[in-house]
């Protein structure tokens, strides 16, 4: 949180909460979007409804085991798993389980049932036929998003020549109409587009620091936080939910629940500042 103490970060932010300037961003926790599909190839549709708290207790066993799961999924050819180690892959999850919990809370135990489902499955839906070692060869889908939600606005990227090749294949189209409201720019010859990279790179630093949290530790940051660092993450709080009360597709995020569930408590807490 050391950049709150910066003098050019809370005028700017200062700035922008005078102006009519809102903010408009997807983030993505490439750990968690990286093992959603663990979840997603779980073939019975009794887990549906409780799908996310699932992804959300997978994704606390994956950060605490993060160094044997990272090997785990070299070993297993992850995001391609192979008839044979289906099995396997399954159980040296549910071994974090045991490991981890000598008697299971409600949603681990769901998640514990559900692994032992997958885990006797001939296929994977979402594990099998994908490109060899990649699990996320490019970001379009966040890219294009904003197209289909927001089909009468106008949409300004900064260069992005891979991401710029993949468009250059694709029509959008609203009903019948094609949509050609999107375009790429140099960021050196739009101050908008350089804003939007003030704003990333703040956010960049706070979604890391969140995700270093738990709501104990969250609580405690409070209590070590100076009045220069309060006001200036009250500013960045009051951006966030001036955005998300004007629409909440504007702030888009593919995380866990308990990392949703800190950053509004951060954001909440420091509004009342």
Request: hydrophobic share 35%; aromatic share 16%; proline share 3%.
């Amino acid at each position: 949180m050391g950049c709150l103490n910066e003098d050019k970060v809370f005028y700017f932010l200062q700035w922008l909460d005078d102006s009519d300037l809102y903010i408009h961003c997807s983030n993505v926790n490439n750990l968690y979007y990286t093992i959603v599909d663990i979840i997603d190839s779980i073939d019975e549709s009794a887990y549906v409804p409780f799908i996310f708290q699932m992804k959300n207790e997978l994704y606390r066993l994956v950060r605490n085991h993060y160094q044997d799961f990272y090997t785990l999924l070299i070993d297993c050819n992850y995001p391609n798993i192979a008839f044979e180690d289906i099995s396997p892959f399954y159980n040296h999850i549910l071994a974090y389980i045991d490991n981890d919990y000598v008697e299971c809370p409600f949603n681990v135990e769901i998640l514990r049932q559900g692994l032992k489902v997958a885990r006797k499955q001939s296929e994977l839906t979402f594990l099998q036929g994908n490109p060899e070692r990649t699990i996320i060869d490019n970001y379009f889908s966040f890219y294009s998003r904003p197209i289909g939600l927001f089909p009468y606005a106008n949409h300004v990227y900064d260069n992005e020549y891979k991401i710029e090749e993949l468009f250059e294949k694709y029509e959008f189209y609203n009903g019948n109409s094609k949509v050609e409201n999107f375009c790429f720019v140099n960021s050196v010859s739009n101050p908008f587009v350089q804003i939007s990279d003030c704003v990333v790179g703040l956010l960049g630093k706070y979604y890391t620091y969140i995700n270093s949290l738990n709501i104990i530790s969250a609580t405690q940051m409070f209590e070590s936080l100076s009045e220069k660092q309060l006001n200036t993450l009250h500013l960045l709080s009051k951006l966030l939910i001036k955005s998300e009360n004007l629409s909440k597709l504007l702030l888009h995020s593919s995380e866990s629940i308990e990392e949703h569930d800190i950053s509004s408590f951060v954001l909440q807490h420091a509004l009342l500042k």
